[in-house]
């Protein structure tokens, strides 16, 4: 690493320098810094393996307030949750750097070298990729401005926080539905906005129907915002509908570019019908196709929760 690489964190130094063999080589470096390259990351050094961590700084949920559905961290924000989690990988003489990877090879001893966006590099015998996925939004205006707020996606994830409130669903695809149904567990008052999606089936207007979903057709064209929050979304006519927060699907991308120099390609992903996003395809224990490369969190499972991607960390 060259001096420009800025150190989050160190561990205990002189326990380090014991662990370590070879003064450029690590035996594993986690690529990512959330809680599936922290947890992992944490197993690692507790396991005596030398182990560097590279944390760009943006993890996904950033926007959110709080962590939720995760045991004994219920409602722990989520800048909270990472710093302690990055005390508790360096207590056990984990190391954790900035920087961006943005490309990866294989050496000819059978190791990695993972090249950063600042021109410094990294070798290892081992990779954990845990770099997550970036969240695409319909482009309709003021919705990245209030995702994670009021703009949401996962009812098991925020759910809570809106129940009891009028609730909109923008259609996007087939799964609409689907979506509205399952928000409805949360509000009595649930609209499904049909906006871009195909015209449902007879027997999906009967379900929303007999659930009390109600379902408005035109597409919507941007969000009434009152003192910072969602009052109303709006539609391309000018009509505007009062709801206090507002279901998204978007699509998820796996951050995971860098890895096409190991033959490692992101692969589409669906769900009802409807292709959701791409990921690195793995096994159950965050096994690749690369010997030596292990993937856990949302790069490869799309859907998981916060408390899922620490689990998935631990097992790779």
Known sequence: MNQQTRHIATGV??????????????????????????SGALTLARARRSVLVIDAGRPRNAPASHVHTYLAREGTPPSRLLATGREEVTGYGGEIIEGSAVAAERLADGGFRVALADGSAVTARRLLVTTGLVD?????????????REVLHC????????RDQPIGVL???????????????WSEDVTLFRHTAPEFEDEEYERLAARGVAVVDGEVSGLEITDGRLTG????????FSRRALAVAARFTARADFLTGLGLEATEQGMGGQVIGSRIVSGPSGTTEVPGVWVAGNVTELTETVIGSAAAGVRA
């Open 13 to 38: 130094g002189q326990d380090r320098e014991r662990r370590r063999d070879d003064q450029d080589l690590w035996d594993v470096v986690v690529v990512g810094g959330g809680a599936a390259g922290l």
């Open 136 to 148: 695409e939004l319909p482009p309709v205006p003021g919705l990245a401005e209030r995702w994670g």
């Open 233 to 240: 979304v709006i539609l391309a006519g000018g009509r505007v």
């Open 171 to 185: 259609a996007t695809g087939p799964m609409a539905v689907h979506q509205a149904l399952l928000w409805r567990q």
């Open 155 to 162: 009812p098991y994830c925020h759910g809570w926080e809106v």
